[in-house]
């Protein structure tokens, strides 16, 4: 983990502080002060700032030099001619620069035209090298950091003081150097400083006069902020801090009127005080970098103090262990193949959708999917929307096939309606799969919310549910006149019941069993038959694996497995379990972006559906279908994602 600090300046500055939540203990005992070695560091080295490198040596910027790789005495190794200000690197990362190698990766800004660049590091050939260069941007970039993402994308936060943070793809997964602007974060005003924990997918942002807020490095979160440590009256500390430096596990901080580097570690939610370096030498210091050294389990920072130009370096021991890869089983990750056309509108729209299978023509089955603010859209396998219906604030759909209507038989979507309570039911031409509007069933439900159909040998059941916690089952009962006119009732033939708020249902056909999810506590199984018994069982508590919001379920029924595939949104993933008893959990897999193919990944997904059919070409094992609930690259209203069951299957290695 390499990280840094840069150079603040004084401002006045104000932050929502209400609803904060951070650990601010005393400081550390005087052993644990004395822990930590200090020495000067040789005056031949010149540069403002020094980013100390594993193995030894540092990476320097200087104003007037430009960029330099140096031994531990300050002798050049490497240079780079080009006046350059702050400082972030990365060592080890593979990128295509002629071939695929793996580099010191800078990035930099370069003077005078203040354009941010790209620089690599090869030690092996002793070059340094701009590998791309970003747009310069419209306001005086305050600060700079980069972040590594879980699937290996290289991405860039520009720091504007004005209260935005723009961040950059820089280069993908596969080492493709590629400059696409990800998203605007909003930040705190007069923000000065940042710097990310990639295994945390954490962005710590000084706020002057303030304190450290942390936001979500990960480019699909949504904003929003927490104060890590903060100056009185809001904390305990005499002043605000002014730089900041990730760690693994955790992160130092300096405050300039203690002259101490404060070390902080992640305990839960929070960030705990542990203890505290006094380095009373330094008058002014404007720099801070910091490198982790896995082996020896140590940190080596170093700090440049302007007022006497001379480097402090600092060697303190730093035990990590990431206990998130012992307590859970590892995310595998994918990358979707194809996106719908998104919303109109900005906001919480796209939620759920269903899969209807063309039997006769699969290439041309549909993807139905709800917009709670307006209605109904309907997609082909493109991702292209071929038809929208109007009809209200529409939550879950499902769809099922062959269902009795007089004589004949009609494939059906049907959607809960939360306007006026209802089910709003659509029949599928089974030939183009053009929807119709069919009509209406209404409910006693006060609330209701989610959704699924259930289909037995001799009736259709629609399984709604309302926001109390009650579920209730609907045989659909279809009648026709003479012009085929049809008219649609309900047959209330069953409730049951979760103690708080569900949504996600999921009906097992061939099994007569339905999955549902109870958001905050668990993902719930029981039988579908209307008389079957009414007390659901445990599948899957929600927890480290399972992260509240359990929201969208899907089933796919495969030819000798089946699955249920569940949304953990409180960790943008999903959840793969076999849909037979003893319900063993198969794996965990997210979905991140293709940046070569423009498709961003996936995260906030409420609802989703799968389906084991052969549609053709990609999807040939059938397609899993999720809501996004934040668009990115370019930022842009939600939409749907596509993805190749056989990627997922392999990636978990199914049977």
């Not at 906001?347 to 089955?365: E, H, L, Q, T, Y």
């Amino acid at each position: 983990m390499y990280l840094k600090i840069m150079r603040l300046k004084k401002a006045v500055s104000i932050a929502l502080l209400l609803g904060a939540a951070f650990v601010l203990p005393a400081y550390a005992t005087e052993q644990q002060r004395n822990s930590s070695s200090i020495q000067a560091l040789p005056k031949t080295i010149q540069a403002s700032m020094l980013a100390p490198l594993s193995g030894g040596g540092y990476l320097a910027v200087d104003g007037k030099n430009g960029v330099s790789w140096l031994n531990a005495d300050g002798t050049p190794l490497a240079a780079l001619a080009a006046p350059a200000e702050l400082l972030d690197w990365r060592e080890e990362i593979p990128v295509k620069n002629g071939k695929l190698e793996k580099y010191v990766v800078a990035a930099t800004v370069r003077l005078p035209e203040q354009q941010p660049v790209i620089m690599v590091l090869n030690k092996s050939t002793k070059k340094i090298s701009e590998l791309v260069r970003l747009p310069i941007p419209s306001f005086k970039i305050e600060s700079l950091c980069l972040s590594v993402d879980p699937a290996h994308n290289l991405s860039l936060y520009l720091l504007d003081e004005r209260g935005t943070a723009e961040h950059w793809l820089v280069a993908d997964a596969q080492g493709e150097p590629l400059i696409k602007k990800l998203r605007s974060v909003p930040i705190p005003p007069n923000s000065k400083s940042c710097s990310v924990d990639d295994q945390q997918e954490s962005l710590f942002i000084v706020e002057e006069a303030i304190g450290v807020w942390r936001l979500n490095a990960s480019v699909e979160a949504a904003p929003g902020r927490q104060l890590v440590d903060a100056a009185k009256p809001f904390g305990k500390l005499s002043q605000s801090v002014e730089l900041v430096a990730a760690l693994p596990g955790g992160l130092l901080a300096f405050e300039p009127q203690q002259k101490s580097v404060l070390f902080y570690r992640k305990q839960g939610d929070s960030y705990q005080l542990e203890k505290s370096q006094t380095i009373s030498q330094v008058e002014e210091v404007e720099n801070l970098s910091v490198v982790y050294d896995s082996v020896r389990r140590e940190i080596t920072a170093v700090l440049f103090d302007e007022a006497t130009q001379r480097h402090w370096q600092i060697k303190s021991p730093w035990a990590y262990d990431n206990q998130n890869d012992k307590t859970v089983m590892p995310m595998v990750s994918v990358v979707a193949d194809i996106q719908t056309e998104t919303m109109a509108r900005f906001g919480d729209a796209a939620d759920d959708p269903a899969i209807w299978v063309n039997k006769k023509s699969p290439r041309k089955s549909r993807v139905i999917g709800t917009n709670k603010q307006q209605g109904l859209f309907v997609y082909d396998l493109q991702g292209k929307q071929v038809q929208h219906f109007n009809s209200g604030k529409l939550n879950n759909v499902d769809v099922r096939y062959g269902v009795p209507v007089g004589k004949k038989k009609m494939d059906i979507a049907v959607a809960t309606n939360r306007a006026d309570n209802s089910l709003v039911i659509y029949a599928i031409d089974p030939s183009s799969g053009k929807l119709v509007f069919s009509g209406s069933v209404n409910t006693d439900l006060e609330e209701i919310y989610g959704f699924c159909l259930y289909q037995s040998a001799s009736a259709t059941y629609a399984i709604p549910n309302g926001k109390s916690g009650e579920f209730q089952q609907i045989k659909l009962i279809a009648t026709p006149d003479e012009n085929n006119n049809i008219t649609w009732r309900g047959e209330l033939v069953r409730r049951f019941y979760v103690k708080s708020q569900p949504e996600g249902c999921v009906a097992d056909d061939k099994n007569q069993r339905l999955f549902v999810g109870e958001e905050d506590v668990a993902l719930w199984t029981l039988g579908a038959e209307p008389t079957a018994a009414n007390t659901p069982e445990l599948v899957l508590a929600a927890g480290d694996l399972l992260v509240a919001d359990v929201e969208g379920v899907g089933i796919y029924q495969g030819r000798q497995h089946s699955y249920v595939v569940v949304s953990s949104q409180g960790n943008n993933s999903f959840i793969v379990i076999d849909a037979l008893p003893p319900f063993k959990v198969r794996g965990r897999v997210r979905i991140d972006m293709d940046a070569a193919h423009d498709i961003d990944g996936v995260s906030e997904t409420d609802g989703l559906e799968v389906n084991a059919a052969n549609f053709g070409g990609n999807y040939n094992e059938g397609m899993l279908v999720v809501q996004d609930g934040h668009k990115v690259m370019p930022e842009a209203p939600q939409n749907f994602k596509y993805v190749d069951w056989k990627k997922i299957s392999a990636a978990l290695q199914l049977d």
